[in-house]
Structures are given as C-alpha cells and as structure tokens.
C-alpha cells in the first residue's frame, strides 16, 4: 500500500450559495456543477422542490469558502436564470483524509481514507478508477468497486 498524501481535518467558515430556479432547464445542471467544482466550489448539489403556485423547481446550493463568493457569483448569474442568491454561513468539520494506492487485478487504484481522531472511520475507492478500470477490463462497475475495497482492507486491517 502505498501512500500518497494526507490532509489534516480542517474546520472553518464556509457559506452556502442558494438560488430556486423554476424557469431554467434542468439538463444544464451538470455542466453548471462542473463549472462551479471547476472555479473552487467544494460542493455542489440539486434539490428538487416546489415553488409557489406549486410550480416544479430546483435549488441550486454551492457550498464555498468565503472566498471563492465572487468566482461562485460570476458563474451562477451568467449560466442559471437567478435574479438572485441567499448566502447561509455554515461551520464545517472535516475529516483528515489520506489517498493511498492498492494493487489489485486491475491495476493498482487509489483509496481515500477518511481519519477521526488519528484513527480511521471510513475509506472509498476513488470512483473516475474504478470506472475507467471497468470499462477497460470489461467488467461490472461493483466487481471493480468491490475489489478495491477488499484490497485495502487485506492490507489495513478493519477500521476503528
């Protein structure tokens, strides 16, 4: 196992970028969360919800550091159909995280690890991997996913 970089759990302020859309179409969603991931949001996500006059809608929440507003800003007001934003302030903890490389039957791949307390709580397979891993081996996504996941627990034992 091999590892690649770990980061210390930070906590901090961050806010919330909310905006209600009833008038956009919800295909651009996803070229819009990659614009925003790409322009330093941390996290981006669609909530499906009801407006007045019981109209569909969606809400756009882009979670940001303070300083990254003005980025956020520039590309919500020239690619959804806002008028405006609600800013919520949010104190986020978390997780220390470390990458590390298995080797597995299809490749050696990269798991990250989430840390609490100096200890090890939870760990993922780094999912773009397992998906290229998938399609160049023709396999089943789950078989690739699943593999991963038991390489590293052959190798780090059981968490907690």
């Given amino acids: ?10 906590d901090g302020g961050m806010v919330i970028l909310q905006a209600n859309l009833d008038d956009m179409n919800p295909e651009f ?23 007045k006059k019981g109209r569909p809608g969606i809400m756009l929440n882009v979670l940001v550091g303070e300083e990254g507003i003005p ?18 302030r949010a104190e986020c903890h978390r ?32 999912f773009k991997e397992c998906e290229e891993a998938a399609r160049r081996h023709g396999v089943p996504l789950k078989e690739v996913y699943e593999e991963v996941r038991s390489s590293y627990r052959e190798l780090a034992g059981p968490l907690v």
């Fill in 1 to 10: 196992m091999e590892h690649l970089h770990r980061q210390e759990h930070t």
């Fill in 29 to 51: 969603t996803s070229y819009i969360t990659e614009l925003l991931l790409a322009a330093g949001a941390n996290d981006v996500y669609w909530v499906p919800i009801i407006m």
């Fill in 71 to 88: 980025a956020m800003e520039q590309v919500i007001f020239a690619e959804t159909t806002t008028l405006g934003l609600r800013y919520v």
């Fill in 95 to 126: 997780l220390g995280r470390e990458f590390v490389r298995v080797e597995t039957r299809f490749g050696t791949m990269t798991v990250k690890v989430g840390y609490h307390g100096g200890k090890p709580v939870q760990f993922a397979p780094e």
